[in-house]
């Protein structure tokens, strides 16, 4: 019902950036809010970044708190997501997500309902 893709991953070194890219497609329409997640090895997929799909509303775990941005473009269907001074702490599988609820909270995994497949972050120290 809702593909998501996303791009942008690579490697970079401490201090640097990268820019995220998640492409939505199928029925957007019913999307409330867009989450961005990492996993780390032998971790468990923790909460980046969400927003809300159509007011914009954004929060962020504090651990990349004044370092990442959440955006995204309704024109493009693309969620972004900006980080910058990147640690090598940061390194993981970035996935973003999709919620159709409203109700729901927006930090547990399970709050979402579709999931894009993954793309690598590795920062060097």
């Known amino acids: 019902q809702v593909q998501l893709v996303e791009s942008g991953g690579g490697l970079v070194q401490a201090g640097g950036s990268l820019r995220l890219s998640c492409a939505v497609s199928?029925?957007?329409?019913?999307?409330?809010?867009m989450g961005w997640f990492r996993q780390a090895p032998g971790k468990e997929r923790e909460f980046v970044a969400t927003i809300n799909w159509s007011a914009g509303n954004t929060y962020y775990a504090d651990s990349v708190k004044g370092r990442f941005t959440i955006s995204r473009d309704n024109a493009k269907n693309t969620v972004y997501l900006q980080m910058n001074s990147l640690k090598p702490e940061d390194t993981a599988v970035y996935y973003c997500?999709?919620?159709?609820?409203?109700?729901?909270?927006?930090?547990?995994?399970?709050?979402?309902?579709?999931w894009g497949q993954g793309t690598q972050v590795t920062v060097s120290s």
């Open positions: 199928g029925r957007t329409f019913i999307i409330f809010r």
């Open positions: 997500a999709a919620d159709r609820d409203y109700s729901s909270g927006y930090v547990r995994t399970y709050e979402y309902d579709y």
